[in-house]
């Protein structure tokens, strides 16, 4: 009699179109014993890869509702494993972000009712980090807070890492950056006292670079950032190029883009040649050239690879900014007076934009002048020339104000 191992076996050399109810009925065999459960593994593990080849996601969907009796007699650990290994396999279809929460809510729930608390826990972290990535702050920083006072009291350090991870990039997205950074150490600390795999190692150096760079240390961005590329890239993980672009990122605004053909040249960079290289070649060109015009043409042309990410976003709109004002300094520092249309002729942009710009500028106390609306210029006033006499008569004074207390003090003494 053919043992359940060998139908595996035989099924996985099928045509997909025969292999699926093959490996479905080696899953449904009602044998038992520790075989048996290994090459129903086996049949879950191919049938997930099965499903991915054909992009169908509902397909997994429908084998976790199967594999729900089947679970009842499996060890925990097990099922948390084969649970986690399909949840994987639906991640690897594109456009299934929906599909993966609705099946983490129902894990979720089924694991509540089944106290598979290692389960639900993990399924829970998955669901904050899909939250997240949907920009769904609200549910996300819930479960998370949720997570981590149980977790706390479990004292998984593993998790713990992963969980304080997630709640970095939660408030990184928020802009709440002490909270970003106390979590970012919290996790860099459980991370100490165990064994980090690799791709959680390369994820916690992303995140402290990009931590970094909010704050402006773009070289230390850029060490963390190179440490993440390497080992993502070791691992060929696809969030290489991720961070080989804040790589590129940190030399533009530290403003060293002598080094970034330097760096798209080594052998490990040349892996990653696209249009998601060429795109921050295409910002440190216009940068280093000082062209606003180029700087938006490389936006227009890069929009997906440049707007798309939030990182990214934030940094170049700030690099946008600063180039502008240079810009416009450069262009302002001949005249006390000119006409605000002929400075968006020269700087080549909206009148609307360089007048915002401007009142901006001087807002924040940049330039000093005024804008006159009537006339539709900018008058540039005088640097002021610091006036010493008030600073000096007050010094004398204090000078005076000592000499009478001391000699006050010593004719008090010769009176006594």
Not at 264 to 274: F, H, I, Q, R
Request: with cysteine.
């Amino acid at each position: 009699m053919t043992s359940l191992a060998e139908r595996v076996s035989a099924a996985s050399d099928l045509p997909a179109a025969q292999a699926v109810p093959a490996l479905l009925a080696c899953v449904e065999d009602a044998a038992g014993g520790p075989e048996a459960v290994k090459a129903k593994e086996e049949a879950v593990a191919q049938l997930g890869a099965c499903y991915v080849k054909a992009q169908d996601g509902e397909a997994i969907r429908r084998l976790l509702a199967t594999l729900r009796p089947i679970f009842a007699s499996v060890a925990k650990a097990k099922t948390a494993k084969l649970v986690r290994l399909l949840l994987d396999r639906v991640a690897q279809i594109p456009g299934t972000t929906a599909l993966q929460v609705s099946l983490c809510s129902e894990i979720r729930e089924w694991s509540a009712a089944e106290k598979r608390t290692f389960l639900r826990q993990r399924v829970e972290t998955r669901l904050a980090a899909l939250h997240l990535d949907a920009r769904d702050f609200q549910p996300a920083l819930a479960l998370i807070t949720s997570l981590l006072s149980e977790v706390k009291r479990l004292d998984d350090k593993n998790q713990l890492v992963e969980i304080h991870l997630l709640e970095s990039r939660a408030h990184r997205a928020l802009r709440n950056m002490p909270k970003s950074k106390a979590a970012l150490t919290a996790a860099r600390t459980a991370a100490n006292a165990i064994y980090v795999p690799p791709s959680m190692q390369a994820q916690l150096d992303l995140q402290t670079g990009i931590v970094g760079a909010e704050e402006k240390d773009f070289r230390t961005a850029y060490s963390y950032f190179f440490e993440a590329f390497e080992q993502f890239s070791s691992l060929e993980d696809a969030t290489a190029v991720r961070a080989l672009k804040y790589m590129l990122l940190c030399k533009v605004m530290s403003a060293n883009t002598d080094d970034i053909n330097a760096i798209v040249s080594t052998k490990s960079a040349l892996k990653y040649a696209g249009a998601q290289v060429d795109s921050m070649k295409a910002v440190a060109d216009a940068f280093s050239g000082r062209s606003l015009a180029a700087f938006e043409e490389s936006l227009a042309r890069y929009p997906d690879e440049l707007q798309g990410d939030a990182v990214l976003k934030t940094h170049l709109a700030a690099l946008y900014d600063t180039m502008l004002e240079q810009n416009l300094t450069r262009l302002i520092e001949p005249f006390n007076r000119v006409e605000i249309a002929h400075l968006a002729s020269l700087i080549n942009l909206p009148l609307a934009t360089v007048e915002a710009k401007l009142s901006k500028m001087i807002l924040d106390h940049k330039l000093r002048g005024t804008l006159d609306q009537g006339s539709g210029n900018l008058v540039v006033f005088d640097d002021e020339v610091e006036d010493k006499l008030y600073p000096a008569a007050l010094e004398t004074i204090q000078a005076l104000g000592k000499v009478v207390e001391h000699l006050h003090k010593r004719s008090v003494k010769l009176l006594a």
